[in-house]
């Protein structure tokens, strides 16, 4: 048991994980002080939901690291106008991070226990600018394409061709991409005729099971 508060939870994480490793936009920032992590992990693990490491929320899957959601999020350098496509909902939190921080969230799961349980936190957490879907969405979200930036928060095994076909010109997609047990965080910047692509840094994320990733 810890005698902290979430809200003392929150500041820690904020001060020993984020911006010792960089994370330094004021915009993210706010939005992990804000956001109460603790009611996006099963019950079980309530103590270590502001932890430094991913966490187990069923169905075989994890809420990632604080420190890789944060990364992740001030690499695509949203602004608050964007139309923004999340594959892998998982446990909502990623989404609740990117709905602070863009205009419109478009989020797909496979798993519809996941997406079902994701939705309610959502709500009860009074967002309004998020639709979550179950579908393969290694084949992203067509209807309400293009998007301004893609997050996807599974591993693909080689460059998202549908995705990045979703993506408008000017915007940006990270992923993990590589193999079973290890990934390059990568972020794709399309411009007018050309994708060009840098690598963050070395990752670990469960696979993205679909046409355009993994087998089961
Ligand atoms: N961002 C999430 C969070 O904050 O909790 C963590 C996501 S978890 C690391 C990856 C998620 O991707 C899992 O929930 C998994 O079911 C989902 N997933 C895997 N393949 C998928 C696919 N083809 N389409 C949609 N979701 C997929």
Known sequence: ?????????????????????GISSP???KAFRRIERHKFVPTGSLNSSYADHPLPIGEGQTISQPYIVALMT???????????????????YQ?????ELGSKIYSVERVPALADRAG???RES??????????????????????DAIIVTASCPG???????????????????????????TLYRKHDKTIDK?????CVFVPLIGKEGWER
Request: charged share 25%; glycine share 14%; with cysteine.
């Open 74 to 92: 001030e690499s695509l350098g949203l602004t608050g106008s964007e139309k923004i496509l999340e594959v892998g909902t998982g446990s909502g």
């Open 1 to 21: 048991m810890t005698n902290q508060s979430y809200e003392e939870m929150r500041e820690n994480m904020v001060k020993k994980q984020l911006i010792p490793r």
């Open 159 to 185: 460059r998202p061709e549908a995705l990045l076909g979703q993506l408008s010109s000017g915007g940006r997609l990270i992923a993990p991409i590589g193999g079973a047990f290890g990934q390059a965080l």
């Open 126 to 147: 009074g967002y309004k600018n998020i639709e979550i879907d179950v579908r393969d969405g290694s084949l992203g979200w067509d209807e309400h394409a293009p998007y």
């Open 95 to 99: 989404t609740a991070v990117l709905a």
């Open 120 to 122: 309610k936190t959502l």
């Open 198 to 202: 840098r690598e963050i840094c070395g």
């Open 27 to 29: 915009t993210v920032l």
